[in-house]
């Protein structure tokens, strides 16, 4: 099994749900969900749809040593997302839009707006910034404590390219380890997930976000889905969310110590009833306090009297702690048990990933007056290459900068522009005289004909 990155439904449900959860201390908390009834799904989507976003980014590889001359390679890929802000905040995974150099996110309305990175956590999780000319439509939060396996879920999102796609399921499993942080309890579900759901919400039938699809787990032979998808739990999210607005990063509570689960022969053999808990493998070397009060061997069982079931849930416990607080850890040593103090500290690795996060992430969006083309006449290559007529009039884009409206538009080097609105364009004089008429006129957009590899298209340049 491999885990990936992945980067209308006409029916009318009847459910009322009463749900139980075992707590991390072993508590069984009840809860009872609002009961809904006769859910109209196609209509739940369309309030849905509004929210969600495709995502879209452009990176660009430079060349290898020695290839100077040559051009940056153009890499594109897609993604999903959400608003949480209808001031313009877009929620996604961190692996959507690292290294991107341009970031463009879609609406369901075909609107499209450049992104910046807003925050990015070293946990799959990043913010974007959009500034849109009226409020956006946000989502609600759903409580991820509350799901059970058999519950029904929408997964909404961008996969494989084809925007707003929605897929059903239910909750497959919970508390999934895939091994991609210390701190992983993902929700599993059998809604359909593919390249390009990432970053994309999984609501309930309530209509409420109780997860973010990140990962799929597929067989080495394929990369689509086989009806096992992983989301972010929502509270997990929520959690990061607030972190990152307030400080940039997760300020996540960390101890100097490696753990391993207890298992039922360790409990035997030091003697611990109940036998649940991690037990203290090694404290880092450049800790020397925190090695006075726990010692290798020592079984932690709770954390401010919550109890430890495993590494995973240990990890999170100290983790929602603020860091500099104080935590009380219960412990077993020689037969005893007995309660250490403890400072938790900053997480080293947060830091470390705030400190060399790609200077590129926050790299504004080009100034509008400047469309970033580079222009020249056509060439027999281009004519060849474009299947243009010798007598076609038309100008070459020889650079196309990261960043600029052109780029957002998708226009690339290599493309040519043929109209401009209904006119044809033979000379670069010519294509720029056009546009600061267009802007003496008072226009915002003028539209040009460009012609691709896969075709011809029209695309609106902004006048400045």
Not at 247 to 256: E, S, T
Not at 363 to 382: C, I, T, V, Y
Not at 386 to 396: C, R, S, V, Y
């Amino acid at each position: 099994m491999r885990f990936l990155r992945v980067s209308a439904v006409a029916a009318m449900i009847v459910v009322g749900l009463a749900i139980v959860r075992v707590s991390p201390a072993g508590h069984a908390q009840s809860y009872r969900s609002a009961p809904v009834t006769a859910v109209d799904v196609p209509a739940l989507v369309a309030e849905l749809l509004p929210s969600v976003v495709n995502i879209s980014t452009v990176r660009y590889e430079k060349p290898a040593s020695g290839a100077a001359n040559t051009p940056a390679a153009r890499r594109s890929s897609l993604g999903s997302g959400f608003v949480i802000d209808p001031a313009g905040v877009i929620l996604t995974n961190r692996h959507v839009i690292e290294k991107a150099d341009e970031i463009t996110v879609t609406f369901s309305d075909g609107t499209s707006l450049g992104a910046t990175v807003f925050a990015a956590a070293v946990v799959d999780i990043a913010l974007l910034k959009v500034t849109p000319a009226k409020p956006l439509p946000a989502v609600r939060w759903g409580d991820s404590f509350k799901l059970r396996q058999g519950m029904p879920v929408i997964a909404i999102g961008n996969p494989l390219g084809y925007s707003s796609s929605v897929t059903m399921g239910i909750v497959s499993a919970l508390d999934r380890d895939i091994n991609s942080s210390p701190y992983d309890d993902y929700v599993q579900t059998d809604a359909s997930t593919n390249p390009g759901s990432s970053g994309g919400p999984l609501f309930n039938l309530a209509g409420e976000v109780v997860g973010v699809n990140s990962a799929i787990g597929t067989t080495s032979d394929t990369s689509g889905s086989v009806g096992i998808a992983f989301a972010i739990p929502s509270n997990d999210v929520q959690f990061v969310v607030n972190r990152l607005l307030k400080y940039d990063r997760i300020r996540m509570g960390w101890l100097a110590v490696q753990v391993q689960k207890v298992t039922k022969a360790v409990a035997e053999a030091v003697g611990l009833p109940g036998g649940r808990g991690v037990i203290v493998t090694s404290i880092e070397p450049d800790h020397p306090a925190l090695a006075k009060v726990i010692w290798p061997g020592d079984v932690i069982s709770a954390v401010d009297g919550e109890e430890v079931a495993d590494a995973r849930i240990f990890n999170r416990q100290v983790g929602q702690h603020q860091v500099g607080s104080i935590a009380a850890l219960t412990i077993w040593r020689d037969g005893r048990e007995m309660v250490v103090k403890v400072q938790i500290a900053d997480n080293p690795q947060d830091i470390r990933y705030t400190l060399t996060r790609p200077a590129r992430l926050d790299k504004p969006a080009a100034d509008g007056r400047d469309l970033g083309l580079g222009l020249a006449s056509l060439n027999s290559d281009a004519r060849t290459r474009l299947k243009l007529t010798e007598d076609q009039p038309g100008l070459l884009l020889t650079t196309v900068e990261p960043f600029s409206p052109a780029a957002e538009q998708g226009l690339l080097a290599g493309d040519a522009i043929l109209m401009v609105h209904r006119d044809p364009v033979s000379s670069v004089r010519e294509f720029w005289s056009r546009m600061e008429r267009a802007h003496a006129a008072g226009q915002t957009k003028v539209l040009v004909l460009v012609r691709t590899a896969a075709g011809d298209r029209w695309v609106a340049l902004p006048v400045g």
